[in-house]
């Protein structure tokens, strides 16, 4: 090495040691909002971790519910099908000449009920019904629908009286291909009404006239087999409010921070079934307002105004109660969920699914003298948000007013599954919405 | 008031206990800033840079041994998180420098006679390219080799990148001194 470079090398470590030196001992003055943004950004983490717990949480509940309602209706219907297993309900055969109360001629899937002309004060009524033994009304809804008879006098199956209790006859296997046959209940050994459980007393089915309103929906649609007697379809009308605010994550959310909540207003129009065992699905349309007459304290940073905003469509505010960054969106819910009955009343009722939510429009209005800084969101700027998909989570309370009507309370949490965010505004930092609000409705099941 | 100790502050920051993460704050904040100056633009890209490092110091203090020190581990986060800033957005360009580093002389220059403030201005000027390289070698001490694996340049790169910024700095020194003398003339 040179003498040269010999010194270049001394007078670069030395160059190199006093910079050093220079900058070690500097301590230059912070900005005051800087310790604010990064407590922003904490909050904002620590918000995300009990966020994700409480989803945890969240699911672990809707799971265990979910599975006891399961495991409570397997074991039902189990108990249901020992019960009608063990009836001690005995079929014989007629002998010749003797004249039964009443004859039930019992095909696999046909019930014939006559009276006896003898005992009758009544015209004889004869009919055939189509009865498959899956659909025997269960003995809660005991009330017996025949078509034939509705117009004239609707029969009512009345309980019997066996060994297990009441027995309703709607519960027996429709079996036997043996015709005229007699049910005859077994005595209740030792019991007082053992006398009352034998030969003719026992009818199992009393046909009682009765003048009732006919349903014309039940008369022209479920009578005629469009509709499953088993589900039962409903319409419904309902209000959301509540808050949303959008998640901003993506390489320049620091400008955006975590916006703040907005008001979220939604009227829709529900359709769906109600399955015998709780279930039901869910779709419809809703309307959904988000706006910000709730805007209050919205970003207020000193370094804003020094901002590339550029375009990006967004309200950037500092003051309070501002009406921009309104936005409309169709949103279509799919759903399915589980309702369980506490009584014949009340239930509570679990809903989960995903929304498509579609951007009808956006605005913004021009800007108050109290707002700082504001892009010119509106007619000059492309359109910012796009249609995105969610996960709805739901839990409520129900009301049964009535046979048909019935009031539903429920909260609901929605959370953005893809970007809201156009990719026409590159600057546009990455949203996700996210929704928690109330709801009332009101639905008429049909039935 | 007694100083927090090193330990009870990381303590405070791994139990989330915002107390202790504004003191830890407060504590090293001023001092990083004048490193990120020196990898920055401007102090608005410095505090950006602080803002992110606090974060990343916070989320991972669980890590921190204490065999090391406090003060060494922040400024590693908060120079890792400077090449990260830059690299990420891949704003650094290096442009071509035909520089023979044995051909070019240092000069000597008295850094006493400049404030640092003066200084860190004159780095921000630099290149970018040519900034993060003097920075990492000039004030935290990197190797040629560490450097170009630390941005993913070459070693030559490197240190043709820091013979300019080098010779850039001293011109840029030398002409705001000529410029403060002209003034009180």
């Known amino acids: 090495m040179s003498n040269e470079n010999l010194n270049d090398f001394y007078n670069q470590n030395r160059f190199n040691q006093k910079l050093r030196e220079r900058i070690d001992g500097y301590e230059p003055e912070l900005s005051d909002s800087l310790w604010d943004r990064i407590e922003h950004d904490l909050v904002r983490k620590e918000s995300k971790g009990k966020r994700a717990v409480w989803m945890v949480y969240l699911l672990a509940g809707l799971l265990l519910v979910s599975g006891a309602g399961i495991y409570y209706l397997a074991n039902e219907n189990h108990k249901l099908a020992e019960k009608v297993k063990d009836k001690s309900t005995t079929v014989e055969t007629l002998k010749g000449g003797e004249i039964p109360s009443r004859v039930y001629e019992m095909p ?333 409705g009101i639905k008429y099941l049909i039935r | 008031m007694t100083q927090i100790s090193d330990i009870e502050l990381v303590q405070g920051c791994v139990d989330q206990n915002r107390f202790y993460q504004k003191k830890l704050y407060e504590r090293f904040a001023r001092k990083m800033l004048a490193v990120a100056l020196s990898y920055s633009r401007d102090s608005y890209e410095a505090e950006n840079i602080i803002q992110e490092s606090f974060i990343k110091i916070f989320d991972h203090i669980k890590r921190y041994q204490p065999t090391g020190s406090l003060d060494g581990w922040v400024r590693r986060i908060v120079v890792n998180t400077a090449t990260d800033y830059y690299r990420k957005k891949k704003r650094i360009k290096f442009s071509e420098v035909n520089i023979d580093d044995e051909a070019y002389h240092i000069g000597t220059l008295d850094f006493d006679s400049f404030a640092v403030k003066d200084i860190l201005e004159a780095v921000q000027e630099l290149p970018e390219g040519s900034r993060m390289v003097f920075t990492l070698y000039a004030i935290e001490g990197y190797t040629h080799k560490e450097i170009g694996e630390t941005l993913e340049i070459s070693v030559g790169t490197s240190k043709s990148q820091f013979s300019r910024a080098r010779m850039l700095l001293q011109e840029k020194l030398k002409k705001n001194e000529q410029r403060e003398s002209k003034r009180f003339l």
């Open chain 1, 108 to 440: 696999e899937t046909t019930v014939k009920v006559e009276r006896n002309p003898s005992q009758a004060t009544q015209s004889a009524v004869e009919t055939r019904h189509t009865v498959p033994a899956a659909t025997n009304p269960t003995p809660s809804e005991a009330i017996y629908q025949n078509p034939t008879f509705a117009e004239e006098a609707p029969i009512e199956l009345n309980p019997f009286r066996t060994a297990e209790g009441l027995v309703y006859p709607a519960d027996l296997p429709v079996q036997s291909t043996e015709a005229p046959v007699r049910l005859v209940g077994s005595p209740v050994p030792g019991s007082p009404d053992a006398i009352a459980i034998s030969g003719k007393d026992l009818a199992p089915i009393a046909l009682t006239p009765k003048t009732r309103f006919v349903n014309p929906i039940q008369e022209n649609i479920i009578n005629k087999g469009a509709i499953d007697p088993r589900i039962t379809p409903y319409i419904g009308i309902s209000s959301d409010l509540g808050s949303t605010r959008q998640l901003v994550s993506g390489p320049l959310a620091w400008q955006f921070g975590q916006e703040h909540p907005l008001i979220y207003k939604s009227n829709g129009l529900n359709v769906g079934v109600l399955f015998r065992n709780g279930l039901s699905l869910e779709s419809g349309l809703r309307i959904t307002i988000t706006g910000s007459e709730l805007w209050y304290d919205f970003m207020v940073r000193d370094n804003r105004d020094t901002l590339p905003i550029g375009a990006i469509a967004d309200s950037i505010v500092s003051g309070a109660r501002h009406d921009v960054n309104r936005q409309n969106w169709t949103d279509v819910p799919i759903l399915v969920g589980y309702r369980y009955r506490l009584n014949s009343h009340w239930s509570l009722n679990a809903q989960t699914g995903v929304t498509y939510s579609m951007i009808n429009g956006f605005s913004g209005v021009e800007p108050t003298q109290s707002f700082s800084k504001m892009d010119k969101a509106g007619s000059s700027v492309p359109q910012p948000f796009k249609n995105y998909w969610s996960l709805n989570l739901g839990v409520g309370l129900g009301y049964q007013l009535g046979h048909h009507w019935m009031v539903d309370l429920q909260g609901n949490y929605r959370r953005g599954l893809t970007k809201m965010n156009a990719s026409n505004l590159p600057n546009h930092p990455n949203r996700l919405m996210e929704v928690v609000n109330a709801r009332i």
